[in-house]
């Protein structure tokens, strides 16, 4: 990633260098890295940089986007102005505390900004001032030399130490002005700079037996810092050989996990004198050397250099040990040896999981690649230990984008999401390393889909059929339809509406419907013998925005009740009363059929079966009446004693629960022969004309109730056509039966059976008085435990 160095002036006292990627694209998730570079020990509120100017953010829309500063440490020493977008020092920082020696020493950020969802990386050089002076481990130093010890023989001294870096650390030594030491220093590794005495003149101890010099540590910094060391260099009598460690330096690797006592190495050296001044003692030097001493443990005598204490390859990687190995002369001489200890690591830091950002709540129709969450990794370790995969459960519609520099993933959707098949998902994030054995970490998200409406009210029958008795009352529910939708509040509130434009005002006009449960209200009573069936259709519309609706199909089917009582065709006299006069000879046999009683039902099925009976007669033994065709008949012949008039009353009564019935009156006159003769041709031509009057009435009857029954079949019923033989039969053996009842049909709606029964007529054939068609022949074996419900149309 190459970056533009801009360098912008900090409005603290102490100048900042800030470098920022301001030629990045935009994108969701890490987009861009900015690059600050400013001095430690910055006064707390100094500004770093503007954020929003080096991103391009609108600075009029920043205090709506909620941007952030996310460190993912425990110190937060920088936070953000959330209305201009200003960075600035939050926290003393102290960058020997931060980094030690490392360098260049970089803070990384996070800053993350909302609407849209971004996130961008900042990383915060901290370069060094000279805030600390060169330090001796003590201030008092003693040096004993041997007064026999050549000139030019090099004592090394205990280095000064100064945690600041380049330019301001340790850069040179200064010794005090004396006649017999001259002051050297080399490069040693990690130590640095270290000093050693050279001897420029030949000691003796009988003109000076100590000698004090000081030796003065400088830096480079402006201004300089310095620091001194007081150096008692006592000189001893004749012990002239100073211990020599075998190996300049001694190197050993051990894994940081080693237990407490692991045995690293053992330091030789050897003295070539005799006695006490050639046994050597050894001792561990590096005492403030971050805490090496208390790191490892040293046998004085033999020299082996074990653990102590646990080591964190995390802390420090390699320690530079000092090792005095002294001799046991009267006056000792003793010699430095070196050891670098090089700790290396190990799989045991678990990868860590940090969520910076999360959209808890996201709609079902999210498409495919939307932000869900933003998830730092990190592990402490290095190397292949350090290198961590991040995965989800393949059995989720989310996944992880990785971002460029691998630290960080974005969970994005890779598939649509549908609340109704499961309404949160709980997406557990797992991250492992791939060190041996590998660590992992887990961390569980709730993600909530939110509801959309996608989902249509679902009926829950289509068509519905309803059977409705006639003669409801007005106003009265009659019945109730049922949707239901999958969505969720206000998407799954359905309201229902009656549909006026397909079915027509016609049959709604009549009908209304509660918008809120379905339930549907009648405003008129039906009348089956006026309507018989009706179709109309029912909307279903949920409150979505938009809403959605569906429709569904009602078949009503009005049902028959016993509403209508038999009407006499005839006898019916001039005032239009059921009353009639008929005359017979008294000649007659028994069997004669003096009159016939004619009545209709407008019902159907049982409510029209229609019998006869008589309820009221002067002779019992004269006259029969047939209860289903309402012939009356002579039951014997006329006697001399017979009076000449009779009064008959007939009862017709209908079948249904509640039977419904009317009477009729027919005088019979017992004339002579020849009286009757005369009075049968005016009586003839006058019922001719009354029968041709009822004829056209019935004629017309018969055809509105026919269209009426052919438009049922065909909408809803397969009609089937049967020839019921066993009753017409009966019929055809009477000598007494017409032939008109002689065709019946039969058919189903739902679970119910039917059955509407007419009369039977060749082309031409015309219905004249004295026929027994409107009778229905099935008896009431035909009703049947399983509830069918058979009704018979009279037809004549």
Known sequence: MALSPSPTPSPSPAPCLSTADNDLPRARGIAAQIRYTIHEELKVGSTVGNIAKDLG??????PDRNLRIVT?????????NQRDGALFVSQRIDREELCAKTSPCLVTLKAVIENPLEMHQINVEITDINDNPPSFADENYNLEILESVTTGTRFQLEGAHDPDIGINELQSYKLSQNQYFRLETDEFGEEGKTPFLILQKQLDRELRGQIDVLLTALDGGKPQKSGTLNISIIVLDVNDNTPVCNKSKYTVSVKEN???GTFLVRVDASDPDAGVNGEIMFSLRSKFRNGASDLFSLDNKTGELRIKSGLDFEEKQVYDLKILASDKGAWPLSTHCNVVVKVEDVNDNQPEIDVTSLSSRIPEDAPPGTVVALIGVTDLDSGKNGQVVCSVPLDVPFDLKQSSDGNFYSLITKEHVDKESKATYSIEITVKDLGTPPLAATKIIEVDIEDVNDNRPSFSQSPYTFYLPENNKPGMSIFTVSANDMDDGDNARVSYSLDRTSTGHSVTAFLNINEDNGTIYA?????????KTFQFHVIAKDSGTPPLSSNVTVNVFIMDRNDNSPAILSPVSANGSAEGVEE???NVNAGYLVSKVRAYDADIGYNGWLLF???????HTLFGLDRYTGQIRTLRSFTETDEARHKLVILVKDNGNVSLSATATVNVNVVEPKEAFAASDVKSSIHNDEENNVTFYLIITLGSVSVLFLISIIVLIIMQCSKPTDYSSKYLQDPNYDGTLCHSIQYRSGDKRYMLVGPRMSIGSTIVPGSNGNTLVVPDRRRRASGEVRAGLILH
């Open 57 to 62: 953010f609108d600075s009029t829309t920043l």
């Open 72 to 80: 993912g440490t425990k110190q937060e020493l920088f936070q953000v």
């Open 258 to 260: 080693a237990p407490e």
């Open 523 to 531: 405003l008129k009573s039906f009348d089956f013998e006026t309507l």
């Open 584 to 586: 017979t000879p008294r």
């Open 613 to 619: 009976s008589l309820l009221e007669v002067s002779d």
